[in-house]
Every structure is written in C-alpha cells, then in structure tokens.
C-alpha cells in the first residue's frame, strides 16, 4: 500500500517536473501574439471585404451562396471543422411598385421612377442591376390612395404631436423620416394612427450632410438612395415561431403570419430624400415645429393633410427559400463541452460593404489569426464556434432557427456570444454587453492599440470619446445576439467602430465607400478582429471564466432606483426586487472570494483531478447565473423574449429596455389607472425580484 502510494507521488512530481520543463508558452503568450503587428492584416482583410462585395447578396440569392462558400473555404482553409447549416424559412422580395403624387388637383401627376442612381465611372455598375428594387421586407401588398401627412419620424409622440395640432389622420398615407425608431414601428405607428399607407424617406438634414455634396464625393446619402428594410417585428422565420425551420417542420401558413400581428397591415414604401422632399413640397396646412424641419435649403414642411395625394401601390411576393449559415468549430483541448460563440452575418440588402460584411471580414482574420496561433502550437482550453448567419436582414432569421434548433445545448453548454454585425462604420470604438462582460471589454480594450491614434489605447480614446454610460445594454432586437441573449439567456457582447453611417442599407454602401470614408487603410476593421478575437481567447482559455457579477448588481439597483421613482405614488413597492439585489451582490462577492480561494490554494496541486472538478463547478455557476434572468414563461406582451432584464422597447424595436415586464406594466397601468393594472405592475416586480433572486442561488451553488 504505501509503496504504491509512494510510487504514485514520485510519478506525479516526476511528471510535473517533465510538464514545467518542456510546457508550452502560458495562453496570455499567445493571447498577446494574437494582437501583435506581426499577425494583423489590413490587406488580407480588405481582400476578404472586397471579394465579399463583389455582388449584391441579398438572403435566398446565388449570390449569397456564393458569399457562402468563401466564407465555408476561407474557415476550412484555417484547420476548422466546418459546415453549413441550411434552413427553408419565408423570404419577401418586391413584385411591383408604383408611387404617384398629386400635388394639386390642378397640377399633373408625378411619377417616381423609384430608382437608386448609378454615378459616373461608379465600379459596380455591371451588376447594378442585381439590386432588388426598393421595398420593405414582408410589407402588406395593395393599393391606397390618400391625402398626405407629414408625421417627423413616426414615433408615438409624433403622433400625440399631431393630435394637439388636431391633424386627422384616419385614411391618409403618412410620410414619415427615418433616423429614429426601427422601420416596423414607422409603419406599425402610421396604422395605429388610422393612416392607410407609409412612406418612409431618407432626410438629408440626418443622412445628407450639410453640403452639396454626397457619395462618391463624401460620405453622404445621394439624393437617389434610398434606405431599404425588413419592417417584421417578429424573431426568426415568421412561418416556425418558436421552433427550428427545419425541413418538413410544422410551418404557420403565410395568412396565418399575415394575421399575427408581426408584420404591418397597411402597405408601406421606403423612398429617397428627393422623392420626400418632393412630396413634403405638396403637403400644407399648419408649418411642422422648428424639430420637425429639414437642414437650412430644405423646403419648410407642413403636416398637411394634404393637398398632395398619392397612389401607392406595392406587391410583394413571399417565398419559402433556403438560407445558409456557416459554422466553424475549433474544438477545446480541455472542455470541449463548453463554447464560446462568435457571430455575425452574411446576407446584405445591398452590396453590404458595410453591413455586415465588414463584420464578416473581420470573422476571416480571426479565424486566420487563430489558425496562426496553432501553427504555433496554441489550442483552446473551450470550444470556439464562429459563426456566419444568412438572413439576419429580414428578422434575425439565420441566428434565430439555429439557437431554436440548438436551444437545450446552447443553454447548457454555451459561456457566452459575441456578436459583430458592421463592424466598421468609421471611428470611435463602441461596445454592449451583459454587465458581467463589463471588466472584460474593458480589458481587452487596453490592450490593443487605437487604430485612428498610435500613442493611445482603444480603451483611452473609449474613454475620452463615450458619453456615459461607456457600454450600452443589448435588450434592442438590432442584431443577431437577441436569441442568445433574450431567448437562451446567454452572456453577450455586441462591438464595433462608428456609429450610424449615411449610406445604410442604400445601393451606396459598398466597397468603394468602405475604402473612401469607413475605413481608409482598413485598421480600423483589424482592431474590431484583434478586440473580437482577444475576448473570445480570454473567454475560452482562461482557467476561470473572467465575468464579474458585481457589474450585474450595480447596474440594476441604479434601474430598480429609478423605476421606483417613476411610480412612487402609486403604492408599489420595490423592497423584494432591493432585496434579491442584495443577495446577488453578495453571492457576487462570494463566488470571488472562492475563485481567489481556489487560485492561492493552487500550485502543485493543481494536478489533482478534485481541483479542476472545484474550477468547473464555479465556472459552471458563472455561466448558468446568466440563464436564471430567463422566464419560461417570457413576457407578456412578448413571449418568445424570456429574458426579464433586458428586451426590446415597446414602441421601437431597435431600442433597449431594462426590466421589459414592469416597464410594460407601467405603461399599461398609467393608460387604464385601474387597480387590476397597478397590480400587474407589482406582479412584474415579484417577477424579476425570483429571477434575480434565482441567479444568485446559482451563483451560490447551494440547494436551499
Ligand atoms: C377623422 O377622420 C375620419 C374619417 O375621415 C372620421 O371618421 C373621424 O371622425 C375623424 N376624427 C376626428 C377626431 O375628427
Ligand atoms: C410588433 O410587436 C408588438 C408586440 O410587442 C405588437 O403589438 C405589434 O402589433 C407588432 N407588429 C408590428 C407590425 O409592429
Ligand atoms: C493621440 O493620443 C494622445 C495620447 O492619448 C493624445 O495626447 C493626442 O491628443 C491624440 N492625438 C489626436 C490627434 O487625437
Ligand atoms: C495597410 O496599412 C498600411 C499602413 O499601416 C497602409 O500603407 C496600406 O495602404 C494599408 N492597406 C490597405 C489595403 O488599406
């Protein structure tokens, strides 16, 4: 017996012993290789946009697959596991559209010609054509006619705008500006308000800029572009609500999606600034606010009714097509059953120089740069899935179906995901993320260089640049980590270089605007690959899953105090929802101490099976702490959103609310003032009050 146990004790020091000599370079060598000038490259990566742009490729088109198979090859060629994973969900493209304006009774009609202009020695005229014509995705067919209201950008205060100003607006076509709220909600907007149809056109006071200048001479929108998109406010194929579009699935006839209230019931168009400013032109009546207005040599608008009328008339057909994502996996040396997940998409309205195949670009370096990092004898302690998604354009389809399809071992198994959709849009670096991600971003963010300013640091630009709060929320449905984050509940960040760009979603945004104005010597888009890329290492090779949950409690007790404030007088009380706060703070500091524990108790033992069992347990509450925050149930309003910190506003798809449910409640009970609606609103608050108490049981990783 004790020759044995002696034996086994000189094996295991003689092993540690050969393991210190000959062990490889500790991960923060490769994580720092990782970001060095020696791997980034701006050509390659500006190669792999170039190729990726060639042709315009919306979701469903030969072009598309094609985009496909680069990426497919491009990740085969780096030592990756890869593989597409088809789905047959319903796509929308235009049949026929007509726009007809009547100024005046008196005056002869005008008719757009609705076309996006190619310019003089533009490079992609040759396949111009392949543009879909303008249209908005899965908007209803028909033919309307009405006078004309101008309503700003269509958000319900606009409207409440119009009521004080006693402008009917049953049975006219709105023309609204976009730059504002999600185009869904334009039009779904323009419906509630009774109007019969929407156009929607591109301002030049926001997407123009202030002189007569525009692309391919600045950044700006032409006077032709036009801002193409879906105005479908639901998750995934409208056809497999809730479930993987797989083939012979169960599918939602397309009259049962017409009926289900996720795609707009009044015909809608989007169209170019000159064509707005044209309309605006014909419409009277009172003169619009001073914030209603356009730039300086812009007509004075008016909000009508009338007397300008317009015939709209738009067909449309909807197909159910096969769309792509690509998957490539880089299997972990030491827990393969945990993942960390890298996405963005493929499918562009247009060209997508920017969006998204900048973020794409991106996706190829680092998948070369990790494939450099093996050659150098690096491989990840976690499994690393980089994923390219189709469809994301139309609803977050590609992203949707497989994270529906994936659900039970993304929810077990899944550490976090990392979106990048446009990764480059010009300069400032921006970040969204879960708050345990926080200290991560930030991290990662010092340690790679601003690409715009050698002497700084991305974090110090950050910094100096952000107006608080430095990291946003991601409860907006903009991109595709809303099924992971608000479906699965699992940690996401969401990052990228500029803000919002003039040529979005128009013919103009391609290659050439890309090199021109995004992102002249493309290192800005190496520097999103090297943030990218350094986050996804940390989380998959790091011993300890670097979250902190202190972030988490921070951020809600500052919300939790200013919704209390909000309804202070009408009896609800917000003590559980403080309590339970107070629980995950301390569960928060808790987990800490024991990581710290465990690290100080280490060393020699390290070799023990017990130990890496004790590192996996906690690693496994700072993964699963993230999923309590999900209700089975969802939210009310919206069922399939199940996570109750973060989801979509109401009234703005885009935008981001904290605690939806009470948010919700709220709104409801300040419109009926009932007692039954105050007490939903407390409901809600019990509500989020279990789940957060629920993280930090899991946190705590005891039974009660
Ligand atoms: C608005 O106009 C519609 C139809 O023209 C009419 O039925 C309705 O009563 C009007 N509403 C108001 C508040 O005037
Ligand atoms: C969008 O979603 C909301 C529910 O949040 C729903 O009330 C609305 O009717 C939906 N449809 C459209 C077209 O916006
Ligand atoms: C570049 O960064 C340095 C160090 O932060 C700063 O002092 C300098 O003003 C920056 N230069 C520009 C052009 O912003
Ligand atoms: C890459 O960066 C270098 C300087 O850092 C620049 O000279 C070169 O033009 C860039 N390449 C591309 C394709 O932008």
Not at 60 to 77: F, H, I, P
Not at 250 to 272: K, Y
Not at 480 to 486: G, S
Not at 666 to 680: C, Q, V, Y
Request: glycine share 8%; aromatic share 10%.
């Amino acid at each position: 017996m004790l020759t044995t146990t002696a034996a086994t004790f000189l094996a295991i020091a003689a092993a540690s012993f050969f393991v210190l000599l000959f062990s490889p370079p500790p991960k923060s060598y490769y994580h720092s290789l990782f970001i060095s000038n020696s791997l980034c490259d701006n050509i390659s990566i500006s190669r792999h946009l170039y190729t990726l742009t060639r042709r315009p490729h919306v979701a469903g088109s030969e072009a598309n697959a094609e985009a496909a198979s680069y990426v497919l090859s491009t990740l085969s060629a780096c030592n990756m596991e890869a593989h597409v994973v088809s789905y047959e969900v319903l796509l929308s493209y235009p049949d026929s559209r007509s726009l007809t304006l009547t100024p005046t009774p008196s005056e002869l009609p005008v008719i757009f010609d609705l076309k996006q202009e190619i310019y003089e020695g533009d490079p992609y005229a040759d396949v111009a054509r392949e543009v879909l014509p303008t249209f908005h995705a899965y908007a209803k067919s028909g033919s309307v006619t009405g006078r004309l209201v101008y309503a700003n950008y269509g958000r319900v205060e606009d409207y409440e705008t119009l009521k004080e100003m006693g402008v009917n607006v049953t049975g006219t076509v709105v023309l609204a500006r976009y730059g504002e709220i999600y185009r869904g909600d334009i039009v779904m907007n323009a419906f509630d308000a009774g109007a019969v149809g929407a156009l929607v056109y591109t301002d030049r006071k926001d997407y123009g800029g202030a002189g007569a200048k525009w692309f391919p001479d600045d950044k700006w929108m032409p006077p032709s572009g036009v801002q193409v998109g879906s105005v479908y406010n639901g998750s995934g194929d409208p056809t497999t609500p809730g479930w993987a579009s797989t083939e012979g699935c169960e599918r939602m006839s397309v009259e049962a999606v017409e009926s289900s209230g996720d795609v707009p019931l009044i015909p809608s168009l989007p169209i170019s600034g000159a064509d707005g400013e044209t309309i605006l032109r014909s419409i009277g009546g009172q003169i619009a606010k001073d914030d209603w207005q356009g730039s300086k040599d812009s007509p004075t608008y008016r909000v009508g009714p009338g007397p300008g009328v317009v015939d709209l008339d738009y067909k449309g057909k909807q197909i159910i097509a096969t769309i792509e994502n690509v998957i490539g996996v880089i299997e972990g040396e030491e827990e393969p059953d945990r993942f960390v997940i890298l996405g963005n998409h493929r499918d562009a309205w247009t060209f997508g120089a920017v969006d998204p195949n900048s973020g794409t670009a991106a996706l190829l370096e680092v998948a070369q740069r990790l494939w450099k990092l093996q050659r150098k004898g690096w491989k990840p302690r976690r499994t690393i899935i980089l994923c390219n998604w189709d469809a994301e354009e139309y609803g977050l389809i590609g992203s949707t179906e497989w994270a529906e399809e994936n659900r039970e071992l993304l929810a077990s198994r899944a550490v976090a995901y990392i979106n990048v959709d446009c990764a480059v849009t010009g300069a400032g670096f921006h970040a969204s993320a879960t708050p345990q991600l926080d200290d991560l971003l930030k991290q990662a963010a010092q340690q790679v260089q601003d690409p715009d300013n050698s002497s700084q640091t991305i974090y110090e630009q950050w910094v100096r640049s952000s107006s608080s709060p430095l990291i946003g929320r991601l409860g907006g449905t903009g991109s595709d980590y809303a099924a992971f984050l608000q479906h699965i509940g699992v940690p996401a960040a969401d990052i990228r270089f500029g803000t919002g760009y003039p040529v979005y979603h128009s013919m103009y945004d391609d290659y050439t605007w890309m090199e021109k104005f995004g992102d002249p010597l493309f290192r800005r888009n190496v520097a999103v690959a090297s943030v990218w890329g350094l986050v996804a290492l940390r989380l998959a090779d790091e011993e300890f899953l670097p979250f902190n949950y202190h972030s988490y409690a921070f951020e809600i007790q500052k919300l939790a105090e200013d919704l209390e404030k909000e309804v202070s007088d009408k009896g609800i009380t917000f003590s559980p929802l403080f309590e339970s706060i107070e629980e995950i703070a301390k569960a928060a500091s808790t987990i800490n101490d024991q990581k710290k524990e465990i690290k100080e108790a280490k060393g020699w033992t390290s070799m023990w099976r017990n130990d890496r069992n004790k590192v996996r347990e906690l690693n496994d509450r700072l993964m699963m702490a993230e999923r309590a925050f999900t209700d089975r149930d969802g939210l009310l309003r919206v069922p399939w959103h199940k996570h109750l910190i973060y989801a979509p506003s109401r009234h703005d798809d885009y935008g981001s609310t904290t605690f939806p449910g009470i948010d919700d409640a709220i709104e409801t009970a300040k419109n009926l003032n009932t007692s039954e609606s105050w007490d939903l609103v407390q409901h809600e608050v019990w509500r989020v009050a279990r789940a957060v108490r629920h993280a930090s049981l899991v946190l705590n990783g005891k039974l009660t």
